[in-house]
């Protein structure tokens, strides 16, 4: 009943609308219409936002300098985090909160290589590759240590890496006894600031490196397709063929490798490492990104390009709040305020309002059928809520229509496909 | 659920208590003070042998250099050869501290060291001690409590740190002051007492202006932004104020990327505070411009109050420890030495 009601509504109400909903139903739609906005603000309060100018820094090299060039750069290690958050949340169900935390083991861990017992090395004690392939050694193993409480032992995923989340920063003061190393030379900069001669920010180039590996992986395997498929029904799953443990526990490793690399970006930046206050807080932005990309935090289907998008919107906020001055204490409360828009945002009840807007907009920008005109007045009194009763019964219809059409993808639906 | 984190934040909580060292060393100390007290022992340990019980509350020494070497200094003295029982306890949140200070007067401490997270929320456990019979001893940070609830307060004066810094600055004669100012976790009295002083003067000068004010809650990677963002904007600025020196140095780590000379002599001056090890070189190379010492070493001045109060004597109230500022234009290498941290 419900497919015909569909397929009249096409119909009826033409092309147009549909396109319109094909843009706003797509899951890039929301992160974009976010870029779009923050870039119009910023462009009222003042054009020189947009200014990029070539700079030298201080150690004589090129360098890019402006706001989105800002943007790009700090927002990196969030875009980074945000595919590993993304690929937990799709197969669990469920969020890293410990992400902050095993960044500071990570990186303590490449320092300890890097500085040896010495606080101050005059010169480096290890090659810098080999930091980092130690660094992700640790960060993978500890994303094991989660996805083997998450996958084997089905424990909540909050509650599990909760655990990493408590003892994650002391175990990082205890890799390197409590000291805070400093890492000698120019070439470790490089990974968080430029290398010379290539005036734009490495992070950006790292980030790249990140998306096309995972693009390669949810591309030529088959990890995209069952992840999706743990998240939506793991005993269905399981009874294809998939191993669902063996797919969250891949997940979990995922974002460990994800979060040595943003280790890496994070101590580069200052050469140094402060156990307790590196990366604070960023397991909640990671997550904020994959929410903002239009992902269901629930899990299943997903998204992965909107969840980056998500990230540099989350960058995009910042830098602008704190153009305009805003205390940097009260910038959580500003991410609240986007938090509580989005879920206002996919709640139902406010999409039936919406959707009805969109109709009464495009029946009555096109009123020539008589057919079409009853559902404009219907859509018009489920807007205003000022309908007849008769009116009213034709609007729930075909509010059920919109929402049924709308979450033709949910995973209800696939599952029970 | 709530059961479950619950149990799960008390295993993992008791686990690092396990773990820490200290609480090794209690059931040591038991059985070592008996064959101590036939041997030699260079400790004058009071109460016919009896060692001293504290209960040591600090913040976490991962927070900064300084308060890694605060408690380096607090454990290199309460030990004990040195005549003291003491458990450590460590948080960065006031009310987790206070959870710690009760368990402490339960276990029946004689002295409760305090470095308060925050100044305020002290009262009604402080009463708790003092009906306990347990004496309290301030150090490094002051609370809003009446003076009669604790024996005496070691405390470098924040205010007074400012001041000097402040100073300082108005020494350089600059033509004009256009300060960006990166506070620490507001609230603290460190952030109290070098905001207040530098607030000050901006609303009493003309010529002072501040550019941004913005906490970076003792963060160097927020500070970075922080510089970062004004840098984009396209302000004027020719002093970095930042309330410690992990934020200085991400302020200049931005600096750097944009190409703003910074040090002495050049465009802008850097200041920051607690006087890291690395920093003073910093200023000895005149990458910044100035230092304010935070003296972290307060083991030694508890130790002579508890010593005084064992043989009777009262002490002052506050105590105020010697504090230096440093200039790169005078500082020399035995300063890095003698007081870097």
């Given at each position: 009943?419900?497919?015909?009601?569909?397929?009249?509504?096409?119909?009826?109400?033409?092309?147009?609308?549909?396109?319109?909903?094909?843009?706003?139903?797509?899951?890039?739609?929301?992160?974009?219409?976010?870029?779009?906005?923050?870039?119009?603000?910023?462009?009222?309060?003042?054009?020189s936002?947009?200014r990029v100018k070539l700079i030298n820094n201080n150690d004589g090299n090129p360098q890019f300098s402006g706001s989105l060039i800002t943007i790009l750069d700090y927002g990196s290690e969030?875009?980074?985090?945000?595919?590993?958050?993304?690929?937990?949340?799709?197969?669990?169900?469920?969020?890293?909160?410990?992400?902050?935390?095993?960044?500071?083991?990570?990186?303590?861990?490449?320092l300890?290589?890097l500085c040896?017992?010495?606080?101050h090395p005059e010169t480096l004690?290890?090659p810098i590759i080999?930091a980092f392939?130690?660094?992700?050694?640790?960060?993978?193993?500890?994303?094991?240590?989660?996805?083997?409480?998450?996958?084997?032992?089905?424990?909540?995923?909050?509650?599990?890496?909760?655990?990493?989340?408590?003892?994650?920063?002391?175990?990082?003061?205890?890799?390197?006894?409590?000291?805070?190393p400093i890492v000698p030379g120019k070439e470790f900069k490089y990974f968080g600031g430029v290398i010379p001669g290539i005036p734009i920010p490495t992070t950006v180039f790292i980030v790249i490196i990140?998306?096309?590996?995972?693009?390669?992986?949810?591309?030529?395997?088959?990890?995209?397709?069952?992840?999706?498929?743990?998240?939506?029904?793991?005993?269905?799953?399981?009874?294809?063929?998939?191993?669902?443990?063996?797919?969250?526990?891949?997940?979990?490793?995922?974002?460990?490798?994800?979060?040595?690399?943003?280790?890496l970006i994070k101590v580069s930046r200052i050469s140094s490492?402060?156990?307790?206050?590196?990366?604070?807080?960023?397991?909640?932005?990671?997550?904020?990104?994959?929410?903002?990309?239009?992902?269901?935090?629930?899990?299943?289907?997903?998204?992965?390009?909107?969840?980056?998008?998500?990230?540099?919107?989350?960058?995009?906020?910042?830098?602008?709040?704190?153009?305009?001055?805003?205390?940097?204490?009260?910038?959580?409360?500003?991410?609240?305020?986007?938090?509580?828009?989005?879920?206002?945002?996919?709640?139902?009840?406010?999409?039936?309002?919406?959707?009805?807007?969109?109709?009464?907009?495009?029946?009555?920008?096109?009123?020539?059928?008589?057919?079409?005109?009853?559902?404009?007045?219907?859509?018009?009194?489920?807007?205003?809520?000022?309908?007849?009763?008769?009116?009213?019964?034709?609007?729930?219809?075909?509010?059920?229509?919109?929402?049924?059409?709308?979450?033709?993808?949910?995973?209800?639906?696939?599952?029970?496909? | 659920?709530?059961?479950?984190?619950?149990?799960?934040?008390?295993?993992?909580?008791?686990?690092?208590?396990?773990?820490?060292?200290?609480?090794?060393?209690?059931?040591?100390?038991?059985?070592?003070?008996?064959?101590?007290?036939?041997?030699?022992?260079?400790?004058?340990?009071?109460?016919?042998?009896?060692?001293?019980?504290?209960?040591?509350?600090?913040?976490?020494?991962?927070?900064?250099?300084?308060?890694?070497?605060?408690?380096?200094?607090?454990?290199?003295?309460?030990?004990?050869?040195?005549?003291?029982?003491?458990?450590?306890?460590?948080?960065?949140?006031?009310?987790?501290?206070?959870?710690?200070?009760?368990?402490?007067?339960?276990?029946?401490?004689?002295?409760?060291?305090?470095?308060?997270?925050?100044?305020?929320?002290?009262?009604?456990?402080?009463?708790?001690?003092?009906?306990?019979?347990?004496?309290?001893?301030?150090?490094?940070?002051?609370?809003?409590?009446?003076?009669?609830?604790?024996?005496?307060?070691?405390?470098?004066?924040?205010?007074?740190?400012?001041?000097?810094?402040?100073?300082?600055?108005?020494?350089?004669?600059?033509?004009?002051?256009n300060?960006i100012?990166i506070?620490?976790?507001?609230?603290?009295?460190?952030?109290?007492?070098?905001?207040?002083?530098?607030?000050?003067?901006?609303?009493?000068?003309?010529?002072?202006?501040?550019v941004?004010?913005?906490?970076?809650?003792?963060?160097a990677e927020?500070a970075q932004q922080i510089v970062q963002s004004v840098i984009d904007s396209g302000e004027k600025f020719n002093v970095i104020?930042a309330?410690?020196d992990d934020m200085a140095k991400g302020a200049v780590a931005a600096l750097d990327a944009a190409g703003i000379s910074h040090g002495v002599g050049k465009d802008v001056v850097v200041m920051g505070?607690?006087?890291?090890?690395w920093a003073l070189e910093e200023l000895l190379k005149k990458n910044w411009n100035y230092d304010?010492?935070?003296?972290?070493?307060?083991?030694?001045?508890?130790?002579?109050?508890?010593?005084?109060?064992?043989?009777?004597?009262?002490?002052?109230?506050?105590?105020?420890?010697?504090?230096?500022?440093?200039?790169a234009a005078?500082i020399?290498?035995?300063?890095?030495?003698?007081?870097?941290?």
């Open positions: 009943m419900d497919k015909k009601k569909i397929e009249a509504n096409k119909k009826g109400s033409g092309n147009a609308a549909s396109l319109i909903k094909r843009i706003t139903g797509n899951q890039l739609f929301i992160p974009i219409m976010a870029i779009v906005l923050l870039a119009l603000i910023n462009l009222i309060a003042g054009p936002f947009f969030l875009a980074i985090l945000a595919i590993g958050m993304t690929l937990v949340t799709a197969a669990s169900g469920g969020q890293d909160i410990s992400v902050g935390a095993t960044i500071a083991i990570a990186g303590s861990a490449m300890r290589i040896g017992s010495n606080q004690k290890a080999v392939l130690v660094a992700c050694l640790v960060g993978m193993l500890c994303g094991a240590f989660n996805g083997a409480l998450v996958a084997i032992f089905k424990i909540q995923p909050m509650i599990a890496t909760l655990i990493m989340f408590t003892a994650g920063r002391s175990i990082a003061a205890w890799i390197n006894s409590n000291r805070l990140c998306i096309i590996a995972i693009a390669l992986a949810l591309k030529f395997t088959n990890l995209g397709l069952y992840t999706q498929a743990v998240g939506i029904n793991e005993k269905s799953a399981r009874l294809n063929g998939i191993n669902p443990i063996l797919i969250k526990f891949l997940a979990f490793v995922i974002l460990g490798l994800c979060v040595a690399v943003a280790a490492i402060n156990y307790n206050v590196i990366a604070k807080d960023i397991e909640m932005d990671a997550i904020l990104a994959v929410a903002l990309g239009g992902n269901a935090l629930s899990g299943g289907k997903f998204n992965m390009w909107a969840s980056i998008l998500g990230a540099y919107v989350i960058q995009f906020l910042t830098t602008t709040l704190y153009r305009f001055h805003i205390q940097s204490d009260a910038l959580a409360a500003y991410k609240a305020v986007v938090v509580i828009l989005l879920v206002l945002f996919s709640a139902p009840k406010v999409r039936e309002v919406i959707s009805g807007l969109i109709k009464k907009i495009f029946s009555g920008s096109k009123g020539n059928n008589g057919k079409k005109t009853l559902t404009a007045l219907a859509a018009a009194g489920a807007a205003e809520g000022a309908g007849t009763d008769a009116f009213d019964e034709v609007s729930v219809s075909e509010d059920a229509v919109s929402t049924s059409e709308e979450e033709s993808d949910s995973k209800k639906e696939e599952a029970v496909q | 659920m709530k059961k479950v984190v619950a149990l799960i934040m008390a295993s993992v909580f008791a686990f690092s208590l396990a773990g820490c060292k200290k609480s090794d060393d209690k059931k040591e100390t038991k059985a070592e003070s008996k064959t101590e007290s036939k041997t030699e022992s260079k400790a004058e340990e009071k109460k016919d042998g009896q060692l001293i019980k504290v209960g040591i509350i600090n913040n976490d020494p991962n927070e900064s250099g300084y308060r890694t070497a605060n408690d380096a200094d607090l454990q290199k003295m309460f030990t004990k050869e040195n005549g003291y029982d003491a458990s450590f306890s460590y948080s960065l949140k006031n009310e987790e501290q206070i959870q710690y200070a009760k368990t402490f007067i339960q276990n029946e401490v004689d002295y409760l060291l305090l470095s308060a997270a925050d100044t305020a929320g002290w009262d009604s456990v402080l009463q708790d001690a003092k009906a306990a019979g347990v004496k309290v001893i301030l150090f490094d940070r002051t609370i809003d409590a009446d003076p009669s609830l604790y024996e005496a307060s070691i405390v470098s004066d924040m205010n007074k740190e400012g001041e000097t810094a402040v100073n300082w600055l108005a020494g350089q004669n600059l033509p004009e002051y300060v100012h506070q620490g976790v507001m609230g603290s009295a460190a952030q109290q007492g070098r905001s207040g002083a530098l607030d000050k003067k901006v609303a009493a000068e003309g010529n002072w202006k501040i941004k004010q913005q906490t970076a809650e003792w963060n927020k104020y309330e410690n505070f607690d006087c890291n090890k304010g010492q935070c003296n972290p070493f307060q083991a030694s001045y508890i130790d002579s109050i508890i010593k005084d109060i064992e043989a009777g004597k009262t002490p002052e109230k506050t105590i105020i420890m010697e504090e230096k500022g440093f200039d005078t020399k290498q035995e300063d890095v030495d003698n007081y870097g941290i």
